[in-house]
T-cell receptor, first 109, second 113 residues
Framework: LAKTTQPISMDSYEGQEVNITCSHN???????ITWYQQFPSQGPRFIIQ???TKVTNEVASLFIPADRKSSTLSLPRVSLSDTAVYYC??????????FGAGTQVVVTP | DSGVTQTPKHLITATGQRVTLRCSPR?????VYWYQQSLDQGLQFLIH???????AKGNILERFSAQQFPDLHSELNLSSLELGDSALYFC????????????FGPGTRLLVL
């Protein structure tokens, strides 16, 4: 599995857009990029997944450049409840997830 | 609510003991995954079962074992417990073998004294 690198923490104010960039230089051809959110003492929650270009759902957007060596999770207009740890993962066809340290996002008023 | 249930929510036991953690996947999901989350190791993949068969192993100790039953629920057995086994244990499920999206349960918090 490709190793991922993402910032340890990010701070933001309510209503701002938060962009978290993750690098995955060794991503394989068939790997997907997946982001999870985790609140303290809760299980991770799936946010978004993509293979290339741009993916958007009701909570986030995922931007993946052509070389797929990085990806950016975009959280529009964050609120206090978006304070959590965000994990970037590269998932292979066998479903095995390898979590890194994640990015602690803190949203303040 | 992900639809994945785990019991018990909390478990306190002593070193050397054996415990069983239970997981019920979302309705219709055939795959079950187990993860361990501790402060110093983060979230670690332990093992994956699909429709009753073991599919992949991660950082699972020999003292730990798991199985998936015909009704698709799964159990993780932890034996000869050590202080370092204290952690949150998560179960996740997905519809198929190798399905990329996994749905996590609320976890079982194990404390070994």
């Amino acid at each position: 599995l490709a190793k991922t690198t993402q910032p340890i923490s990010m701070d933001s104010y309510e209503g701002q857009e938060v962009n978290i960039t993750c690098s995955h230089n060794n991503i394989a051809t068939n790997d997907y990029i997946t982001w999870y959110q985790q609140f303290p003492s809760q299980g991770p929650r799936f946010i978004i997944q993509g293979y290339k270009t741009k993916v958007t759902n009701e909570v986030a957007s995922l931007f993946i450049p052509a070389d797929r060596k990085s990806s950016t999770l975009s959280l529009p207009r964050v609120s206090l409840s978006d304070t959590a740890v965000y994990y970037c993962l590269v998932t292979d066809s066998w479903g095995k997830l390898q979590f890194g340290a994640g990015t602690q996002v803190v949203v303040t008023p | 609510d992900s639809g994945v249930t785990q019991t018990p929510k909390h478990l306190i036991t002593a070193t050397g003991q054996r415990v069983t953690l239970r997981c019920s996947p979302r309705s219709g999901d055939l795959s079950v995954y187990w993860y361990q989350q501790s402060l110093d190791q983060g979230l670690q993949f332990l093992i994956h079962y699909y429709n009753g068969e073991e599919r992949a192993k991660g950082n699972i100790l020999e003292r730990f074992s798991a199985q998936q039953f015909p009704d698709l629920h799964s159990e993780l057995n932890l034996s000869s417990l050590e202080l370092g086994d204290s952690a949150l244990y998560f179960c996740a499920s997905s519809p198929r073998d190798g399905e990329e999206t996994q749905y996590f349960g609320p976890g079982t918090r194990l404390l070994v004294l």
